[in-house]
């Protein structure tokens, strides 16, 4: 790795189109996406505070691979952590958001050198050259334990002479748990309680939640006893959950250091002080396929630590590990209770439809009226791929609601027919508005040559077809921006799409969609894309919009309670921004966008002139 490489992480990647290979090195830096928490500087770079919430930091860019083995590098800062022996920051690979390929996470005094990397395998059915090709996505967590500064990530694609042994996946828990008002935490993370405090949950959760695929997982305790009641006596219990949204929204059960009881026991084991000062304490457990991450589940991990009131004793870490199928126990340990009876069944439900529909199914999860009531699962309407198709088909075979988006690809759906004779099926609209963004490639003609040039990996996912037809007529980049910008003035830019006309057929499309499902949000959007930002591209819809179209599922699927998204889920759904051409804003009415307007794009704010002549520069 270069010594300074933050300043390059601005450039694009090359595509592999011009250099006549695959390519084998990328700058990701300023092609991943921010979530809601950490400022990004211009140079793309971002910073997270530790008193911030813990949670992703950056995610993408959502690569097509060829197979092989890569390292994913980054330079990273860390400030002083609050617990010393425990990770600031977490790294995932994963790919088409379900099956997870490595995690790591890493302390501030693995980061003293400021770099990190960690090594991962493109398999032939994800990669670009199979039929089934993946897309790869780096998520970064600020696990709340120091301050961070990410400036550079780079991926290079390894020789075969330099692939690297597969590492195993190793979670370090015990600073993500939460701690009740029982013990004391001590500098280093470790956690001591005394034998006379009360007995209760001591330590649980698991900070931001952690959904795993599914297998076999092993958690691993390590601690000391001091003193004991009497000896043989259960001194701790070890409790692991999933589908436990343990984190509560009652300010009074934040208060009270208390989980909240939901969530399906996977594993029960009770310790004895001579098990803990013998060795290393574990608790296996299974994650079956139904709630496994590459099943589409929802279904947080909750380990809870029970202070049994027999000895005093101190936890000093507590680490899950991914077995191996060559690791696997023969047998589970006799100490392994079976799971405890499951919650009643939840109303099963799967969602097809595109990206709004993973957005709806989020708010699924996250409105606790809903969670309570429903089991639900996501599939993209298009499902080329194989491996995921096994896991559509039974969930649809097996579901008592289909929610389908009003999409036509929903017609060449691959998996209609497993349908069961006499299945609920229900619709929801796909909400767009074209109005803004009338060159658009999803308006109208796109841009061949830069799709073409560049695709599966887009620099620019939303591509112009305007600027793709100015390309061949207008070599010069400077006139070409400048016919752009007239945008069909008299003696500037013949055959230009009439926006305004096609403002007047999106008028009535949107009044069609409302008048089909006896909603408002076409004349939601009419009324306020004028005054203010809702929409970020033609198929993003801001939260109010949002929330309006999860009212109407939530409707759909007999809910009559109050339903509503908050608007923290706006700082995932506006990144990135489409710039709005400035002479279609003042033609249209809309008083928010001119050319000094600010749009976020990868977590920079930059103006439509910008963003312009950057599609301009790169696609030459």
């Not at 600031?88 to 390929?101: A, C, N, P, T």
């Not at 279609?584 to 600010?598: F, I, P, S, Y």
Request: proline share 7%.
């Amino acid at each position: 790795m270069p010594e300074d490489i933050a300043g390059e992480t601005l450039s694009r990647p090359v595509p592999a189109a011009e250099r006549g290979e695959h390519q084998s090195h990328w700058r990701l830096l300023g092609h991943l996406e921010n979530a809601a928490i950490g400022q990004r500087a211009p140079d793309g770079s971002i910073a997270v505070r530790r008193g911030e919430p813990a949670g992703c930091i950056l995610f993408g860019p959502y690569l097509h691979l060829p197979e092989g083995r890569y390292r994913l590098s980054f330079r990273c800062r860390s400030g002083a952590p609050r617990l010393a022996a425990q990770p600031v920051l977490g790294v995932d690979v994963i790919v088409l958001s379900r099956f997870q390929q490595i995690w790591r996470d890493f302390t501030a005094a693995e980061l003293d050198a400021g770099v990190g990397s960690l090594d991962f395998a493109v398999s032939p059915e994800h990669s670009i050259e199979g039929e089934n090709q993946g897309r790869f996505e780096f998520r970064f967590f600020h696990l709340g334990n120091a301050d961070l500064a990410i400036t550079a990530v780079e991926l290079e694609r390894l020789p075969p002479e330099q692939v690297p042994a597969a590492e195993p996946c190793l979670w370090r828990m015990l600073g993500r748990l939460q701690k009740s008002w029982l013990g004391r935490r001590s500098g280093d993370g470790s956690v001591s309680v005394r034998r006379f405090e009360a007995a209760g949950v001591l330590l649980y959760g698991g900070w931001p939640y952690l959904r795993l695929p599914g297998g076999r997982y092993r958690l691993i305790l390590r601690g000391r006893t001091r003193t004991r009641r009497r000896p043989g006596q259960v001194v701790l219990g070890v409790e692991v959950f999933l589908q436990s949204r343990w984190r509560s929204r009652r300010w009074l059960m934040r208060l009270a250091r208390r989980p909240e009881t939901n969530g399906e026991q996977q594993a029960w084991r009770e310790i004895t002080a001579e098990e803990i000062d013998a060795g290393p304490v574990a608790v296996d457990f299974t994650v079956p396929t139904e709630i496994a991450l590459e099943a589409g589940a929802d279904a947080p991990l909750d380990i809870r630590l029970h202070h049994l009131g027999n000895a005093t004793f101190r936890i000093e870490s507590v680490d899950l590990l991914r077995l191996d199928a060559d690791r696997m126990p023969a047998v589970p340990p006799p100490s392994l209770a079976s799971a405890a009876p499951r919650r009643p069944e939840r109303c099963r439900i799967v969602m097809i439809g595109n990206c709004q529909t993973e957005t709806l199914r989020q708010g699924f999860a996250r409105i606790d009226v809903l969670n309570k009531l429903f089991d639900v699962k996501y599939h993209f309407v298009h499902l080329p791929e194989k491996h995921l198709r096994e896991f559509a088909a039974k969930d649809i075979e097996t579901c008592d609601i289909l929610l389908v988006q009003d999409n036509r690809m929903w017609d060449e759906f691959p998996l209609r027919d497993c349908l069961r004779p006499g299945a609920d099926v229900r619709k929801f609209p796909l909400i767009r508005f074209a109005s803004l963004w009338p060159f658009d490639a999803w308006n109208g003609p796109g841009d061949r040559q830069a799709h073409d040039r560049e695709a599966p990996n887009l620099t620019f996912p939303y591509l112009d077809g305007l600027l793709g037809r100015l390309r061949q007529e207008i070599p010069d980049k400077n006139a070409r921006f400048d016919a752009y910008r007239a945008l069909g003035l008299p003696g500037s830019l013949p055959g230009v799409i009439n926006y305004r006309r096609l403002h007047q057929i999106e008028h009535r499309r949107l009044a069609d969609m409302d008048k089909q499902f006896g909603i408002s949000i076409g004349s939601f959007i009419l009324e306020n894309f004028q005054n203010r930002r809702i929409f970020h591209t033609t198929v993003q819809p801001n939260w109010e919009v949002f929330s309006l179209l999860m009212k109407f599922v939530a409707k759909l699927v007999g809910v009559s309670e109050p339903i509503s998204l908050s608007k923290g889920i706006d700082a995932g759904l506006r990144n990135p921004q489409v710039p709005i051409h400035p002479k279609v804003a003042r033609d249209l009415g809309v008083k928010w966008a001119d050319e000094n307007t600010r749009y976020l794009d990868h977590g920079r704010q930059i103006t439509w002139e910008r963003y312009i002549r950057s599609y301009i520069d790169h696609y030459g």
